[in-house]
Protein backbone atom coordinates (compact mmCIF):
# COMPACT_ATOMS: atom_id res chain seq x y z
CA UNK A 1 0.00 0.00 0.00
CA UNK A 2 2.80 2.18 0.56
CA UNK A 3 4.08 1.99 -2.56
CA UNK A 4 0.77 2.46 -4.31
CA UNK A 5 0.14 5.84 -2.29
CA UNK A 6 4.10 7.09 -3.72
CA UNK A 7 3.40 6.51 -6.42
CA UNK A 8 0.01 8.31 -6.37
CA UNK A 9 1.77 11.08 -4.30
CA UNK A 10 4.44 11.39 -7.38
CA UNK A 11 1.47 11.33 -10.16
CA UNK A 12 0.05 14.09 -8.10
CA UNK A 13 2.59 15.92 -8.10
CA UNK A 14 3.48 15.73 -12.11
CA UNK A 15 0.35 15.80 -13.51
CA UNK A 16 -1.15 19.50 -14.08
CA UNK A 17 -5.01 18.42 -14.92
CA UNK A 18 -6.89 19.44 -12.24
CA UNK A 19 -9.60 16.96 -12.51
CA UNK A 20 -6.69 14.21 -12.37
CA UNK A 21 -5.70 15.82 -9.16
CA UNK A 22 -8.49 16.10 -7.57
CA UNK A 23 -8.92 12.37 -8.35
CA UNK A 24 -5.73 11.56 -6.67
CA UNK A 25 -6.36 13.89 -3.10
CA UNK A 26 -9.79 12.28 -2.92
CA UNK A 27 -8.28 8.74 -3.23
CA UNK A 28 -5.37 9.27 -0.94
CA UNK A 29 -7.63 11.24 1.52
CA UNK A 30 -9.65 7.73 1.54
CA UNK A 31 -6.72 5.94 1.63
CA UNK A 32 -5.09 7.11 4.81
CA UNK A 33 -8.14 7.57 6.88
CA UNK A 34 -7.12 4.48 8.71
CA UNK A 35 -3.30 4.64 9.05
CA UNK A 36 -2.46 8.68 8.80
CA UNK A 37 -4.96 11.00 9.60
CA UNK A 38 -2.82 14.11 9.61
CA UNK A 39 -2.41 13.09 5.89
CA UNK A 40 -6.28 12.80 5.34
CA UNK A 41 -6.94 16.03 6.50
CA UNK A 42 -4.42 17.62 4.27
CA UNK A 43 -5.38 15.50 1.05
CA UNK A 44 -8.90 16.14 1.90
CA UNK A 45 -8.90 19.92 2.61
CA UNK A 46 -6.72 20.24 -0.71
CA UNK A 47 -9.39 18.42 -2.39
CA UNK A 48 -12.14 20.79 -1.31
CA UNK A 49 -9.72 24.05 -2.06
CA UNK A 50 -8.95 21.89 -5.80
CA UNK A 51 -12.95 21.59 -6.29
CA UNK A 52 -13.44 25.60 -5.62
CA UNK A 53 -11.20 26.35 -7.77
CA UNK A 54 -12.66 24.22 -10.70
CA UNK A 55 -15.94 25.44 -10.20
CA UNK A 56 -17.93 22.32 -10.38
CA UNK A 57 -19.04 19.69 -8.13
CA UNK A 58 -16.38 16.57 -8.86
CA UNK A 59 -18.01 13.02 -7.73
CA UNK A 60 -16.33 12.34 -4.60
CA UNK A 61 -16.15 15.82 -3.31
CA UNK A 62 -18.76 15.02 -0.49
CA UNK A 63 -16.70 12.90 1.02
CA UNK A 64 -13.48 14.82 0.61
CA UNK A 65 -15.87 17.50 2.64
CA UNK A 66 -17.00 15.43 5.39
CA UNK A 67 -12.99 13.76 5.93
CA UNK A 68 -12.12 17.93 6.43
CA UNK A 69 -15.37 18.49 8.25
CA UNK A 70 -13.97 15.68 10.80
CA UNK A 71 -10.00 17.20 10.51
CA UNK A 72 -11.53 20.25 12.06
CA UNK A 73 -13.39 19.01 14.60
CA UNK A 74 -10.45 17.06 15.76
CA UNK A 75 -8.35 20.55 15.49
CA UNK A 76 -11.54 22.70 17.30
CA UNK A 77 -12.53 24.40 14.70
CA UNK A 78 -15.84 23.68 14.81
CA UNK A 79 -17.50 26.57 12.48
CA UNK A 80 -15.47 25.39 10.00
CA UNK A 81 -16.43 21.99 10.46
CA UNK A 82 -20.12 22.78 10.75
CA UNK A 83 -19.72 24.56 7.18
CA UNK A 84 -18.34 22.02 5.64
CA UNK A 85 -20.71 18.99 6.86
CA UNK A 86 -23.70 21.48 5.91
CA UNK A 87 -22.19 21.16 2.29
CA UNK A 88 -21.66 17.76 2.27
CA UNK A 89 -25.23 16.82 3.41
CA UNK A 90 -26.62 18.80 0.30
CA UNK A 91 -24.79 17.28 -2.30
CA UNK A 92 -25.03 13.98 -0.46
CA UNK A 93 -29.02 14.60 -0.41
CA UNK A 94 -28.87 15.89 -3.98
CA UNK A 95 -27.13 12.63 -5.22
CA UNK A 96 -28.82 10.16 -3.26
CA UNK A 97 -25.44 8.51 -1.78
CA UNK A 98 -26.47 6.25 1.06
CA UNK A 99 -22.39 5.45 2.12
CA UNK A 100 -21.91 9.47 1.91
CA UNK A 101 -25.03 10.03 4.34
CA UNK A 102 -23.60 7.65 6.92
CA UNK A 103 -20.53 9.06 6.72
CA UNK A 104 -21.92 12.51 7.60
CA UNK A 105 -23.93 11.13 10.46
CA UNK A 106 -20.98 9.69 11.98
CA UNK A 107 -19.21 13.21 11.61
CA UNK A 108 -22.02 15.00 12.44
CA UNK A 109 -22.53 12.74 15.40
CA UNK A 110 -19.04 14.08 16.23
CA UNK A 111 -20.04 17.71 15.92
CA UNK A 112 -22.64 16.94 17.99
CA UNK A 113 -20.24 15.76 21.38
CA UNK A 114 -17.79 19.14 20.83
CA UNK A 115 -20.71 21.10 21.08
CA UNK A 116 -22.14 19.57 24.37
CA UNK A 117 -25.18 18.11 22.81
CA UNK A 118 -24.32 14.23 23.90
CA UNK A 119 -27.94 13.41 22.97
CA UNK A 120 -28.09 14.72 19.88
CA UNK A 121 -24.66 12.51 19.20
CA UNK A 122 -26.36 9.19 19.99
CA UNK A 123 -29.39 10.02 17.48
CA UNK A 124 -27.34 10.71 14.59
CA UNK A 125 -24.87 7.62 15.78
CA UNK A 126 -28.15 5.19 15.95
CA UNK A 127 -29.14 6.83 12.63
CA UNK A 128 -26.01 5.90 11.15
CA UNK A 129 -26.31 2.25 12.54
CA UNK A 130 -29.82 2.15 11.34
CA UNK A 131 -28.84 3.82 7.39
CA UNK A 132 -25.95 1.18 7.31
CA UNK A 133 -27.95 -1.66 8.25
CA UNK A 134 -31.07 -0.59 6.06
CA UNK A 135 -28.75 -1.05 2.76
CA UNK A 136 -26.83 -3.50 3.98
CA UNK A 137 -22.96 -1.68 4.71
CA UNK A 138 -20.59 -2.64 7.58
CA UNK A 139 -21.88 -0.76 10.84
CA UNK A 140 -19.02 -1.37 12.93
CA UNK A 141 -17.64 2.40 12.41
CA UNK A 142 -20.96 3.70 13.59
CA UNK A 143 -21.21 0.97 16.63
CA UNK A 144 -17.92 1.50 17.63
CA UNK A 145 -18.88 5.59 17.73
CA UNK A 146 -22.05 4.73 19.56
CA UNK A 147 -19.50 2.59 22.49
CA UNK A 148 -17.35 5.23 22.79
CA UNK A 149 -20.18 7.90 23.23
CA UNK A 150 -21.98 5.17 25.49
CA UNK A 151 -18.53 5.58 28.03
CA UNK A 152 -18.60 9.85 27.85
CA UNK A 153 -22.18 9.78 28.98
CA UNK A 154 -20.90 7.75 31.73
CA UNK A 155 -22.84 4.89 30.67
CA UNK A 156 -19.68 2.63 30.94
CA UNK A 157 -22.08 -0.84 31.94
CA UNK A 158 -23.66 -0.09 28.70
CA UNK A 159 -20.64 0.40 26.65
CA UNK A 160 -18.71 -2.56 27.97
CA UNK A 161 -21.73 -4.86 27.29
CA UNK A 162 -21.76 -3.27 23.59
CA UNK A 163 -18.20 -3.40 22.93
CA UNK A 164 -17.71 -7.17 24.69
CA UNK A 165 -20.31 -7.86 21.99
CA UNK A 166 -18.12 -6.44 19.06
CA UNK A 167 -15.01 -8.20 20.57
CA UNK A 168 -17.44 -11.83 19.90
CA UNK A 169 -18.05 -10.28 16.58
CA UNK A 170 -14.68 -9.58 15.44
CA UNK A 171 -12.31 -12.19 17.51
CA UNK A 172 -12.85 -14.92 15.28
CA UNK A 173 -11.75 -13.11 12.29
CA UNK A 174 -8.33 -12.27 10.35
CA UNK A 175 -6.06 -9.22 12.10
CA UNK A 176 -7.68 -6.10 10.81
CA UNK A 177 -7.55 -2.74 11.65
CA UNK A 178 -11.26 -2.89 12.49
CA UNK A 179 -10.40 -5.85 14.64
CA UNK A 180 -7.97 -3.43 16.45
CA UNK A 181 -9.86 -0.46 17.35
CA UNK A 182 -12.53 -2.78 18.67
CA UNK A 183 -9.77 -3.72 21.25
CA UNK A 184 -8.73 -0.07 21.72
CA UNK A 185 -11.86 1.05 22.53
CA UNK A 186 -12.67 -1.64 24.72
CA UNK A 187 -9.25 -1.11 26.64
CA UNK A 188 -10.95 2.85 26.80
CA UNK A 189 -14.01 1.82 28.50
CA UNK A 190 -12.24 -0.13 30.99
CA UNK A 191 -10.01 2.54 31.62
CA UNK A 192 -13.25 4.52 32.80
CA UNK A 193 -14.45 1.93 35.05
CA UNK A 194 -10.69 2.33 36.65
CA UNK A 195 -9.88 -1.60 35.94
CA UNK A 196 -6.01 -1.36 35.32
CA UNK A 197 -5.56 -4.71 34.27
CA UNK A 198 -7.98 -4.95 31.42
CA UNK A 199 -7.26 -1.92 30.40
CA UNK A 200 -3.86 -2.73 29.61
CA UNK A 201 -4.63 -6.49 28.61
CA UNK A 202 -6.74 -5.16 25.42
CA UNK A 203 -4.50 -2.00 24.94
CA UNK A 204 -2.07 -4.40 24.56
CA UNK A 205 -3.88 -6.79 22.30
CA UNK A 206 -5.14 -3.29 19.78
CA UNK A 207 -1.35 -2.94 19.52
CA UNK A 208 -0.28 -6.90 18.90
CA UNK A 209 -3.43 -6.83 16.35
CA UNK A 210 -1.33 -3.26 14.91
CA UNK A 211 1.84 -4.99 14.98
CA UNK A 212 0.05 -7.92 12.95
CA UNK A 213 -0.81 -5.68 10.44
CA UNK A 214 2.83 -3.74 10.22
CA UNK A 215 0.16 -0.30 11.21
CA UNK A 216 2.86 1.98 13.04
CA UNK A 217 0.82 4.53 13.51
CA UNK A 218 -2.26 2.50 15.00
CA UNK A 219 0.13 0.33 17.37
CA UNK A 220 2.02 3.71 18.41
CA UNK A 221 -1.49 5.48 19.49
CA UNK A 222 -1.81 2.25 21.38
CA UNK A 223 1.85 2.22 23.69
CA UNK A 224 1.40 6.46 24.14
CA UNK A 225 -2.20 5.20 26.01
CA UNK A 226 -0.55 2.94 27.88
CA UNK A 227 2.38 5.71 28.10
CA UNK A 228 0.04 8.36 30.08
CA UNK A 229 -1.45 5.93 32.02
CA UNK A 230 1.50 4.63 33.38
CA UNK A 231 2.47 8.51 33.73
CA UNK A 232 -0.35 9.02 35.88
CA UNK A 233 0.12 5.97 38.33
CA UNK A 234 3.65 7.78 38.67
CA UNK A 235 5.01 4.56 36.97
CA UNK A 236 7.53 6.88 35.42
CA UNK A 237 9.96 4.07 34.28
CA UNK A 238 7.03 2.60 32.96
CA UNK A 239 6.16 5.40 30.76
CA UNK A 240 9.26 6.23 29.52
CA UNK A 241 9.62 2.51 28.22
CA UNK A 242 6.13 2.87 26.33
CA UNK A 243 7.18 6.63 24.67
CA UNK A 244 10.27 4.76 23.18
CA UNK A 245 8.94 2.11 21.69
CA UNK A 246 5.60 4.46 20.13
CA UNK A 247 8.77 6.90 18.89
CA UNK A 248 10.63 3.96 17.17
CA UNK A 249 7.56 3.08 15.63
CA UNK A 250 6.64 6.84 14.10
CA UNK A 251 10.52 7.49 13.35
CA UNK A 252 9.13 5.47 9.68
CA UNK A 253 6.21 7.90 9.49
CA UNK A 254 7.69 11.33 8.50
CA UNK A 255 3.91 12.89 8.18
CA UNK A 256 3.56 12.22 11.78
CA UNK A 257 5.62 15.43 13.64
CA UNK A 258 2.59 16.87 15.90
CA UNK A 259 2.05 13.32 17.60
CA UNK A 260 5.54 12.26 18.08
CA UNK A 261 6.24 16.00 19.28
CA UNK A 262 3.64 15.49 22.30
CA UNK A 263 5.28 11.84 22.59
CA UNK A 264 8.67 13.52 23.46
CA UNK A 265 7.21 16.43 25.40
CA UNK A 266 5.41 13.86 28.00
CA UNK A 267 8.77 11.78 27.57
CA UNK A 268 10.42 14.42 28.89
CA UNK A 269 8.60 14.99 31.86
CA UNK A 270 8.48 11.00 32.87
CA UNK A 271 12.26 11.50 32.60
CA UNK A 272 12.26 14.73 34.86
CA UNK A 273 10.63 12.93 37.47
CA UNK A 274 13.12 10.44 37.35
CA UNK A 275 15.59 13.04 37.67
CA UNK A 276 17.14 12.11 34.72
CA UNK A 277 17.92 16.19 33.32
CA UNK A 278 20.28 14.54 30.55
CA UNK A 279 17.59 12.69 28.94
CA UNK A 280 14.66 15.30 29.42
CA UNK A 281 16.63 18.10 27.78
CA UNK A 282 17.55 15.43 24.55
CA UNK A 283 13.40 15.09 24.69
CA UNK A 284 12.40 18.26 25.01
CA UNK A 285 14.88 19.23 21.70
CA UNK A 286 13.10 16.56 19.86
CA UNK A 287 9.76 17.86 20.48
CA UNK A 288 11.01 21.05 19.30
CA UNK A 289 12.33 19.46 16.41
CA UNK A 290 8.91 18.23 15.50
CA UNK A 291 6.74 20.88 17.11
CA UNK A 292 8.47 23.21 14.22
CA UNK A 293 7.94 20.83 11.87
CA UNK A 294 4.51 20.35 12.67
CA UNK A 295 3.72 24.12 12.93
CA UNK A 296 0.71 23.44 14.60
CA UNK A 297 0.13 26.24 16.80
CA UNK A 298 -1.35 23.73 19.55
CA UNK A 299 2.12 21.95 19.26
CA UNK A 300 4.13 24.97 20.09
CA UNK A 301 1.64 25.92 22.95
CA UNK A 302 2.07 22.45 23.89
CA UNK A 303 6.28 22.99 23.58
CA UNK A 304 6.24 25.74 25.62
CA UNK A 305 4.27 24.48 28.42
CA UNK A 306 6.77 21.26 28.83
CA UNK A 307 9.49 23.63 29.24
CA UNK A 308 8.03 26.12 31.38
CA UNK A 309 7.36 23.32 33.57
CA UNK A 310 10.62 21.55 33.28
CA UNK A 311 12.56 24.73 33.95
CA UNK A 312 9.27 25.83 37.36
CA UNK A 313 10.60 21.79 38.42
CA UNK A 314 14.38 22.79 38.51
CA UNK A 315 13.56 25.96 40.44
CA UNK A 316 14.34 28.38 36.99
CA UNK A 317 11.45 30.65 37.60
CA UNK A 318 12.52 33.42 35.72
CA UNK A 319 13.22 31.22 32.69
CA UNK A 320 10.17 29.47 33.61
CA UNK A 321 7.67 32.90 33.59
CA UNK A 322 9.37 33.44 29.81
CA UNK A 323 8.55 29.79 28.47
CA UNK A 324 5.29 29.75 30.20
CA UNK A 325 3.92 33.30 28.57
CA UNK A 326 5.02 32.49 25.56
CA UNK A 327 2.42 29.37 25.85
CA UNK A 328 0.00 31.45 26.65
CA UNK A 329 0.30 34.06 23.96
CA UNK A 330 0.01 31.27 21.74
CA UNK A 331 -2.65 29.28 23.53
CA UNK A 332 -4.85 32.53 23.82
CA UNK A 333 -6.01 32.56 20.13
CA UNK A 334 -7.25 28.82 20.54
CA UNK A 335 -9.80 27.42 22.12
CA UNK A 336 -8.42 25.09 25.17
CA UNK A 337 -9.68 26.66 28.52
CA UNK A 338 -7.96 23.70 30.39
CA UNK A 339 -4.83 24.16 29.22
CA UNK A 340 -4.89 27.77 29.68
CA UNK A 341 -5.69 27.55 33.19
CA UNK A 342 -2.89 25.31 33.86
CA UNK A 343 -0.35 27.81 32.44
CA UNK A 344 -1.87 30.80 34.43
CA UNK A 345 -1.80 28.51 37.46
CA UNK A 346 1.96 27.51 36.57
CA UNK A 347 2.43 31.38 35.93
CA UNK A 348 0.90 32.33 39.49
CA UNK A 349 3.11 30.24 41.33
CA UNK A 350 6.44 31.03 39.20
CA UNK A 351 6.06 34.44 40.22
CA UNK A 352 4.76 34.36 43.65
CA UNK A 353 8.65 31.98 44.33
CA UNK A 354 10.23 35.24 42.83
CA UNK A 355 8.22 37.76 45.54
CA UNK A 356 6.52 39.69 41.94
CA UNK A 357 3.10 39.34 43.81
CA UNK A 358 1.12 42.34 41.56
CA UNK A 359 1.94 39.76 38.75
CA UNK A 360 0.97 36.15 40.92
CA UNK A 361 -2.19 38.20 42.00
CA UNK A 362 -2.90 38.83 37.90
CA UNK A 363 -2.43 35.51 37.03
CA UNK A 364 -3.90 34.18 39.95
CA UNK A 365 -7.10 35.89 38.97
CA UNK A 366 -7.03 34.76 35.40
CA UNK A 367 -6.48 31.51 36.37
CA UNK A 368 -9.88 31.61 39.34
CA UNK A 369 -11.86 32.99 36.34
CA UNK A 370 -10.79 30.42 33.83
CA UNK A 371 -11.05 27.99 36.26
CA UNK A 372 -14.35 28.86 37.01
CA UNK A 373 -15.81 29.34 33.72
CA UNK A 374 -13.80 25.92 32.66
CA UNK A 375 -15.28 24.13 35.38
CA UNK A 376 -18.74 25.93 34.70
CA UNK A 377 -18.39 24.52 31.53
CA UNK A 378 -17.93 20.88 32.83
CA UNK A 379 -21.01 20.88 35.00
CA UNK A 380 -23.27 21.95 31.86
CA UNK A 381 -21.80 19.25 30.15
CA UNK A 382 -22.40 17.10 33.23
CA UNK A 383 -26.23 18.37 33.64
CA UNK A 384 -26.03 17.57 30.23
CA UNK A 385 -24.79 14.29 30.21
CA UNK A 386 -26.89 13.26 33.16
CA UNK A 387 -30.24 14.45 31.75
CA UNK A 388 -29.22 12.88 28.37
CA UNK A 389 -28.69 9.55 30.28
CA UNK A 390 -32.02 9.92 32.05
CA UNK A 391 -33.87 10.52 28.63
CA UNK A 392 -31.90 7.93 26.85
CA UNK A 393 -32.94 5.56 29.32
CA UNK A 394 -36.13 6.49 29.10
CA UNK A 395 -35.68 6.04 25.42
CA UNK A 396 -34.38 2.83 25.96
CA UNK A 397 -37.66 1.88 28.23
CA UNK A 398 -40.05 2.97 25.71
CA UNK A 399 -38.49 1.13 23.14
CA UNK A 400 -38.38 -2.29 24.97
CA UNK A 401 -42.36 -1.47 26.14
CA UNK A 402 -42.84 -1.34 22.46
CA UNK A 403 -40.22 -4.46 21.29
CA UNK A 404 -42.47 -6.51 23.62
CA UNK A 405 -45.87 -5.23 22.62
CA UNK A 406 -44.72 -5.98 19.00
CA UNK A 407 -43.33 -9.13 20.03
CA UNK A 408 -46.83 -9.92 21.89
CA UNK A 409 -48.75 -8.70 18.79
CA UNK A 410 -47.16 -10.73 16.41
CA UNK A 411 -47.39 -13.71 18.56
CA UNK A 412 -51.38 -13.42 19.43
CA UNK A 413 -51.44 -12.66 15.58
CA UNK A 414 -49.18 -16.54 14.59
CA UNK A 415 -51.92 -18.22 16.76
CA UNK A 416 -54.80 -16.67 14.92
CA UNK A 417 -53.49 -17.48 11.86
CA UNK A 418 -52.94 -21.25 13.14
CA UNK A 419 -56.27 -21.17 14.40
CA UNK A 420 -57.86 -19.82 11.20
CA UNK A 421 -55.68 -22.51 9.09
CA UNK A 422 -56.97 -25.45 11.57
CA UNK A 423 -60.53 -23.82 11.04
CA UNK A 424 -59.63 -23.92 7.37
CA UNK A 425 -58.50 -27.51 7.42
CA UNK A 426 -61.69 -28.92 9.61
CA UNK A 427 -64.08 -27.24 6.88
CA UNK A 428 -62.57 -28.84 4.21
CA UNK A 429 -62.51 -31.81 5.55
CA UNK A 430 -66.13 -31.35 7.11
CA UNK A 431 -67.21 -30.15 3.27
CA UNK A 432 -65.96 -33.05 2.02
CA UNK A 433 -67.40 -35.02 3.88
CA UNK A 434 -70.80 -34.16 3.43
CA UNK A 435 -69.93 -33.90 -0.05
CA UNK A 436 -69.24 -37.48 -0.19
CA UNK A 437 -71.99 -38.53 1.69
CA UNK A 438 -74.73 -36.28 -0.57
CA UNK A 439 -73.08 -38.07 -3.94
CA UNK A 440 -73.90 -41.64 -2.09
CA UNK A 441 -77.40 -40.74 -0.99
CA UNK A 442 -78.34 -39.54 -4.04
CA UNK A 443 -77.04 -42.78 -6.69
CA UNK A 444 -79.03 -44.74 -3.44
CA UNK A 445 -82.58 -42.37 -4.39
CA UNK A 446 -81.35 -43.29 -7.98
CA UNK A 447 -81.91 -47.09 -7.08
CA UNK A 448 -84.06 -46.89 -4.22
CA UNK A 449 -87.76 -47.52 -4.27
CA UNK A 450 -90.69 -47.63 -2.19
CA UNK A 451 -90.31 -46.02 1.84
CA UNK A 452 -85.92 -45.63 1.39
CA UNK A 453 -87.27 -43.19 -1.37
CA UNK A 454 -88.42 -40.81 1.36
CA UNK A 455 -86.05 -41.51 3.87
CA UNK A 456 -83.39 -40.64 1.51
CA UNK A 457 -84.65 -37.46 0.65
CA UNK A 458 -85.11 -36.47 4.44
CA UNK A 459 -81.45 -37.40 4.55
CA UNK A 460 -80.95 -35.61 1.76
CA UNK A 461 -82.07 -32.41 3.11
CA UNK A 462 -80.21 -33.01 6.52
CA UNK A 463 -77.47 -32.95 4.31
CA UNK A 464 -78.15 -29.57 2.40
CA UNK A 465 -78.77 -27.93 5.40
CA UNK A 466 -75.24 -29.09 6.90
CA UNK A 467 -73.53 -28.05 3.36
CA UNK A 468 -75.75 -24.36 4.30
CA UNK A 469 -75.26 -24.42 7.74
CA UNK A 470 -74.86 -20.36 8.83
CA UNK A 471 -73.78 -20.81 11.91
CA UNK A 472 -70.66 -22.49 10.57
CA UNK A 473 -70.18 -19.59 7.68
CA UNK A 474 -70.83 -17.36 10.77
CA UNK A 475 -67.70 -19.13 12.75
CA UNK A 476 -65.40 -18.66 9.91
CA UNK A 477 -66.56 -14.68 9.34
CA UNK A 478 -65.60 -14.17 12.49
CA UNK A 479 -62.29 -15.40 12.66
CA UNK A 480 -61.44 -14.10 9.23
CA UNK A 481 -62.10 -10.54 10.65
CA UNK A 482 -59.79 -11.08 13.80
CA UNK A 483 -57.02 -12.56 12.12
CA UNK A 484 -57.00 -10.21 8.94
CA UNK A 485 -59.53 -6.92 10.18
CA UNK A 486 -56.72 -4.59 9.43
CA UNK A 487 -56.50 -6.48 5.73
CA UNK A 488 -60.75 -5.76 5.32
CA UNK A 489 -60.43 -1.89 6.55
CA UNK A 490 -57.36 -1.09 3.93
CA UNK A 491 -59.91 -3.43 1.41
CA UNK A 492 -62.64 -1.04 2.10
CA UNK A 493 -60.71 2.01 1.90
CA UNK A 494 -59.82 0.90 -1.76
CA UNK A 495 -63.73 0.04 -2.81
CA UNK A 496 -66.08 0.88 -0.39
CA UNK A 497 -68.93 -1.07 -2.18
CA UNK A 498 -68.09 -4.63 -2.10
CA UNK A 499 -70.21 -6.93 -0.21
CA UNK A 500 -69.72 -8.68 2.83
CA UNK A 501 -69.86 -12.29 0.30
CA UNK A 502 -67.18 -10.16 -1.62
CA UNK A 503 -64.97 -9.47 1.18
CA UNK A 504 -65.32 -12.97 2.52
CA UNK A 505 -63.91 -14.49 -0.98
CA UNK A 506 -61.06 -11.70 -1.21
CA UNK A 507 -59.78 -12.74 2.00
CA UNK A 508 -59.66 -16.73 1.18
CA UNK A 509 -58.20 -15.87 -2.00
CA UNK A 510 -55.97 -14.12 -0.24
CA UNK A 511 -54.92 -17.08 1.71
CA UNK A 512 -53.93 -19.24 -1.42
CA UNK A 513 -57.51 -20.56 -1.55
CA UNK A 514 -58.06 -21.46 -4.66
CA UNK A 515 -61.64 -21.49 -6.44
CA UNK A 516 -62.65 -24.88 -5.98
CA UNK A 517 -61.90 -24.73 -2.80
CA UNK A 518 -63.57 -21.49 -1.94
CA UNK A 519 -66.86 -23.14 -3.79
CA UNK A 520 -66.39 -26.45 -1.80
CA UNK A 521 -66.37 -24.28 1.67
CA UNK A 522 -69.18 -22.35 0.80
CA UNK A 523 -71.05 -24.91 -1.06
CA UNK A 524 -71.31 -22.70 -4.21
CA UNK A 525 -70.37 -23.44 -7.77
CA UNK A 526 -67.10 -23.03 -9.11
CA UNK A 527 -68.95 -20.16 -11.80
CA UNK A 528 -70.44 -18.49 -8.82
CA UNK A 529 -67.17 -18.15 -7.54
CA UNK A 530 -65.92 -16.62 -10.57
CA UNK A 531 -68.38 -14.19 -11.36
CA UNK A 532 -67.70 -12.65 -8.35
CA UNK A 533 -63.78 -12.67 -9.26
CA UNK A 534 -65.24 -10.75 -11.73
CA UNK A 535 -67.17 -8.20 -10.08
CA UNK A 536 -64.45 -7.82 -7.58
CA UNK A 537 -62.06 -7.17 -10.14
CA UNK A 538 -64.18 -4.57 -11.14
CA UNK A 539 -64.73 -2.67 -7.68
CA UNK A 540 -60.83 -2.68 -7.37
CA UNK A 541 -60.35 -1.04 -10.84
CA UNK A 542 -57.99 -4.06 -12.15
CA UNK A 543 -57.04 -4.00 -15.38
CA UNK A 544 -56.87 -6.91 -17.85
CA UNK A 545 -53.47 -7.70 -17.20
CA UNK A 546 -53.09 -7.50 -13.68
CA UNK A 547 -53.89 -10.47 -11.02
CA UNK A 548 -56.26 -10.43 -8.55
CA UNK A 549 -54.83 -13.02 -6.27
CA UNK A 550 -51.28 -11.00 -6.53
CA UNK A 551 -53.20 -7.53 -5.85
CA UNK A 552 -54.75 -8.99 -2.61
CA UNK A 553 -51.38 -10.67 -1.66
CA UNK A 554 -49.57 -7.13 -2.03
CA UNK A 555 -51.65 -5.10 -0.45
CA UNK A 556 -50.72 -3.63 3.08
CA UNK A 557 -52.39 -4.72 6.34
Not at 34 to 56: D, N
Not at 101 to 107: C, D, P, Y
Amino acid sequence: MIDTLESMEEELQQTRNKQRQFELLAELAWKTTATRPTKTFQYSTRAVELAGHMRMEPPGLQRCLALAASGFITFGNLDKAKSLLERAQQLARQREDDRCRELLLRVEAELHMQNGTPLSALRCADAAIELARGNGFDTLSARLMRVRFCAYFGMTDEALVECLELVEKVKHKEPTGTVARVYSLLGEVYHKLLDAHNTRLWLNKAAETYRQLDHAYGEASCLRSLGIIAAAENKAQEAIGYFHRAIGLLQALPESPAIKATIFGSLAMAYSKCKNAGKAEWALRCADENARKANAPYNIAELHGFKGQLLFDREQYDAAIRELELALRVVRELDFPHFKWQIQKLLASSYERIDSHKEALAYEKMATAAEEQLYGHKMQQKVARIAAQFELRQIRAEQEIERRSRQELESRGEELHRNLNAMLLNLHQRQKGLLKLKSEVETMLDKGKGQHLQLGRQLLAEIEEQLRDSNVRNDLQRQVEQTHGAFIRTLRRHAADLTPAEIELCTLLRLNQSSQAIADLLYLSVNTVNTHRRRIRKKLGLERNDNLVTFLATLQD
